[in-house]
């Protein structure tokens, strides 16, 4: 079992920045590929950005290429998600993910993907 534990939601004006956080606990961190997901009221939920076990391949939803940033510390059994340039069309419950990786280089882009789920931080954009 892994869990997960997502912090740093709020609620910011458009423009700004968040950053969020994800503390992983139960299994070693670093055999994990890691992903971030939103999902807005009315919506389904939808990828944002994934990292690799090793950090060193990540993945962006084009709606956040460019004003993302996902990265992770395997020591500290941690994933982030720099969010700037905030806009309300961010506003949505942030979703971190889990799954065991073979792979050290791989990503997963699918919620279906993912076996492990945290219980998620809300993130709310105004004009």
């Known amino acids: 079992q892994v869990q997960l534990v997502e912090s740093g939601g709020g609620l910011v004006q458009a423009g700004g920045s968040l950053r969020l956080s994800c503390a992983a606990s139960?299994?070693?961190?670093?055999?994990?590929?890691m992903g971030w997901f939103r999902q807005a009221p009315g919506k389904e939920r939808e990828f944002v950005a994934a990292?690799?076990?090793?950090?060193?391949?990540?993945y962006y939803a084009d709606s956040v290429r460019g004003r993302f940033t996902i990265s992770r510390d395997n020591a500290k059994n941690t994933v982030y998600l720099q969010l700037n340039s905030l806009k309300p069309e961010d506003t949505a419950v942030h979703y971190c993910?889990?799954?065991?990786?073979?792979?050290?280089?791989?990503?997963?882009?699918?919620?279906?993907?993912?076996?492990?789920w945290g219980q998620g931080t809300q993130v709310t954009v105004s004009s």
């Open positions: 139960g299994r070693t961190f670093s055999d994990y590929a």
């Open positions: 993910a889990a799954r065991f990786a073979s792979g050290s280089g791989s990503v997963y882009l699918t919620t279906s993907e993912y076996r492990y």
């Open positions: 990292i690799s076990r090793s950090g060193g391949n990540k």
